[in-house]
């Protein structure tokens, strides 16, 4: 039954990347943001550019956890000149966003693997500067262990960004409303 939960919860991405690249699609995320990045979460343009201002140069290799189907991370790529690896669940998503990145020029600088970020990433210790997550933790189980296992990917003043669309409270039992 868990299983069966679980699974209908990734079909949701699935049906969202195979809708990917469509005239609808696109003109739906420009009336909402403006510009369609291609983003399946919720950051806007400023967000975007601010997150590009933290990578700062183009010797920043940069993790990008959760990807989705890569438009946000090669916007990154291209404003930036970092190096990004992506890493998503979704095969649709990440096939996607492979082909983006050679039609783009970027397939030196950019690279995904389909990959469940639940379990250990398949990454070296201090692989890299920098481990951005936008919009994807609610969906990864334990935030207290990911943002630990995260850490041992970054090199020593590495940074991590993370963004989350779900906020959990949990409140005590004195503050239980009535
Ligand atoms: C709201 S979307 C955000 C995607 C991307 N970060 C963006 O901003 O466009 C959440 C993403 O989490 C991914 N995801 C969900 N569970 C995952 C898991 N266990 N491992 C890797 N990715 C997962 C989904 O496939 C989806 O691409």
Request: proline letters at 3%; charged letters at 25%.
């Amino acid at each position: 039954m868990a299983e069966d939960r679980i699974h209908h919860r990734f079909e949701f991405y699935s049906a969202q990347y195979a809708r990917l690249g469509t005239d609808t699609a696109a003109e739906i995320w420009r009336e909402v943001y403006g510009e369609d990045l291609g983003q399946q979460g919720w950051r806007t343009l400023d967000e975007q550019a601010q997150i590009a201002e933290l990578i700062g140069t183009s010797s920043c290799d940069v993790l990008d956890i959760a990807c989705g189907s890569g438009g946000p991370s090669l916007a990154l790529v291209a404003s930036t000149g970092c190096k990004l690896t992506g890493v998503d669940i979704e095969a649709p998503g990440i096939e996607y966003a492979q082909r983006l990145a050679l039609e783009r020029g970027l397939a030196d600088r950019a690279h995904f693997v389909v990959c469940d970020c639940r379990n250990r990433l398949p990454f070296e210790d201090e692989s890299f500067d920098f481990a951005v997550c936008i919009d994807a933790i609610s969906h990864l189980g334990d935030r207290f262990a990911a943002l630990s296992a995260w850490s041992r990917l970054l090199r020593p003043g590495g940074r991590l960004l993370f963004t989350d669309s779900v906020v959990l409270t949990l409140l005590a039992p004195d503050h239980r409303r009535q």
